[in-house]
């Protein structure tokens, strides 16, 4: 059974930071891309970056390029996400996924097979 448990996430001022993980398991394959989506209410949800599995490759939303950054621990099975100089318009579910997927970037959810259940972040002003 695939699981992806999302932790980090909470209540932090603007200009603040936070660090979400993802811990993966019961993956049927050994090789694949791990990459975090946000989620506001009212809104789609809306791809914020992604790291490939050697983790030399990553692309981020232009939204957070230079504040956000993804690592991975492949021993871990563990994505991270380093979230710096936080803005209220970050607030959202963060969610992160697996993709076992060969395209570059892989920014739309339809390319993501498996899903966490979310982690909330709130940004206040």
């Known amino acids: 059974q695939v699981q992806l448990v999302e932790s980090g996430g909470g209540l932090v001022q603007a200009g603040g930071s936070l660090r979400l993980s993802c811990a993966a398991s019961?993956?049927?394959?050994?090789?694949?891309?791990m990459g975090w989506f946000r989620q506001a209410p009212g809104k789609e949800r809306e791809f914020v970056a992604v790291?490939?599995?050697?983790?030399?490759?990553?692309y981020y939303a232009e939204s957070v390029k230079g504040r956000f950054i993804i690592s991975r621990d492949n021993a871990k099975n563990t994505v991270y996400l380093q979230m710096n100089s936080l803005k209220p318009e970050d607030t959202a579910t963060y969610y992160c996924?697996?993709?076992?997927?060969?395209?570059?970037?892989?920014?739309?959810?339809?390319?993501?097979?498996?899903w966490g259940q979310g982690t909330q972040v709130t940004v206040s002003s």
């Open positions: 996924a697996v993709s076992f997927g060969g395209s570059r970037n892989l920014a739309g959810p339809a390319e993501y097979d498996y």
């Open positions: 019961g993956l049927p394959f050994s090789s694949y891309s």
């Open positions: 790291i490939k599995w050697g983790g030399g490759y990553t």
